[in-house]
């Protein structure tokens, strides 16, 4: 069973911030947040992880409460081949840990 | 690298035929894994591998055998396909050539198998 719980689907307009929220109410001290997504019928793409403190790469923030038990991915400048399917997901730190991917978010991103 | 890559991309089976589908990866990543994907659905773990010789069973494990006889290559065979079969099928491998968490898993294009 996922862990995790996502809206699902959200839209949002070319150019503006795109804030995914995900609910991991029973996370556990040594689960990771993963955030990775799925274009159209693509293979998913990994996008970002992180522990408790926020994270930041090209492609993403990662922002993590301080109870860890919500996170929210930020896509600052969402462009159309942002539309996807977001999957957030809580994985245990170890390794060739398995991912568990539940039914994500549908993110259109509006012209 | 060619990274992940599957064959064939399509398929179309008569039910109770059998088949494999073909992963390979050349990043020689240990860790090795094949899942489903049904239409308007998530991924479902089928089987995977975390290392040669060394195979597991994921969610939805039924109907499906695998072997890791080299680090590359993970196949994944139907030994009498059922229409419940039809289904998108990635592969992904993660690495894990360090004592640091793998954290990226890498997915191939995915094969599209009708099972009629």
Known sequence: DAKTTQPTSMDCAEGRAANLP????????????????????????YIIHGLKNNETNEMASLIITEDRKSSTLILPHATLRDTAVYYCIVRPYRRNTPLVFGKGTRLSVIA | NAGVTQTPKFQVLKTGQSMTLQCAQDMNHEYMSWYRQDPGMGLRLIHYSVGAGITDQGEVPNGYNVSRSTTEDFPLRLLSAAPSQTSV?????????????TDTQYFGPGTRLTVL
């Open chain 1, 22 to 45: 995900c609910n991991h109410s029973t996370i556990s001290g040594n689960e990771y947040v993963y955030w990775y997504r799925q274009i159209h019928s693509q293979g998913p793409q």
């Open chain 2, 89 to 101: 099928y990635f592969c992904a491998s993660m690495g894990g050539n360090s004592d640091r968490i």
